[in-house]
């Protein structure tokens, strides 16, 4: 079956260090690739996502490319602040058509951004 | 945009009882909704989807018995927790996919932190 495989976190980096929250998936079709971010009580937030391979998602400054022949799409931003300290979580949605289209979750990493 | 809302955002009940947690699609119409259990720091299960007007579909291992899902119009789902115990303390949360335009992305509500005494 499907699955998406995070880097454990957590996470700790300063503010204005460079990110990058690895993920890598299996998959039976052509899945669509999403981040998903979860701040502290709240519900998730779509950050970004790609839907066919080489598509880069961008959104926030946090980007993720989508590359088929290493099945990853790995979350990256150049300079992390504060306020995006969150739980990110990295899915797939296979097929990408279908009625179902459910989403696969990763298990999120913890990120913690200090000043 | 694409606003879902959960209702209660809190809850405690007492072993034994019930709660009904409601889903709504505020400012388009869903079809599909979906019901997620996140237990602490850990990740998202799928627990059911929810079709309008037809049966929800549970996923292996979760009891239908237990976790009633009425999915009774386009813009709202309700999830009962019947006879809750303490095992049943998680944060529910849910999502609703729009009815039509091809648009298939899942939107997510707030969760529903709900705790069993």
């Known amino acids: 079956g499907d699955s998406v495989t995070q880097m454990e976190g957590p996470v700790t980096l300063s503010e204005e260090a460079f990110l990058t929250i690895n993920c890598t998936y299996t998959?039976?079709?052509?899945?669509?690739l999403f981040w998903y971010v979860q701040y502290p009580g709240e519900g998730l937030q779509l950050l970004l996502k790609a839907t066919k391979a080489d598509d880069k998602g961008s959104n926030k400054g946090f980007e993720a490319t989508y590359r088929k022949e290493t099945t990853s799409f790995h979350l990256e931003k150049g300079s992390v602040q504060v306020s995006d300290s969150a739980v990110y979580f990295c899915?797939?949605?296979?097929?990408?058509?279908?009625?179902?289209?459910?989403?696969?979750f990763g298990s999120g990493t913890q990120l913690t951004v200090l000043p | 945009g694409a606003v879902v809302s959960q209702h209660p955002s809190r809850v405690i009940c007492k072993s034994g009882t019930s709660v009904k947690i409601e889903c709504r699609s505020l400012?388009?119409?869903?079809?599909?909704m979906f019901w997620y259990r996140q237990f602490p720091k850990q990740s998202l299960m799928l627990m059911a989807t929810s079709n309008e007007g037809s049966k929800a579909t549970y996923e292996q291992g979760v009891e239908k018995d237990k976790f009633l899902i009425n999915h009774a119009s386009l813009t709202l789902s309700t999830l009962t927790v019947t006879s809750a115990h303490p095992e049943d303390s998680s944060f529910y949360i849910c999502?609703?996919?729009?009815?039509?335009?091809?648009?298939?992305?899942?939107?997510f509500g707030p969760g529903t932190r709900l705790t069993v005494t």
């Open positions: 899915a797939l949605s296979d097929p990408p058509s279908g009625s179902a289209r459910q989403l696969t």
């Open positions: 400012d388009f119409q869903a079809t599909t």
């Open positions: 999502s609703a996919r729009r009815a039509s335009g091809g648009d298939y992305e899942q939107y």
């Open positions: 998959a039976t079709g052509y899945p669509s």
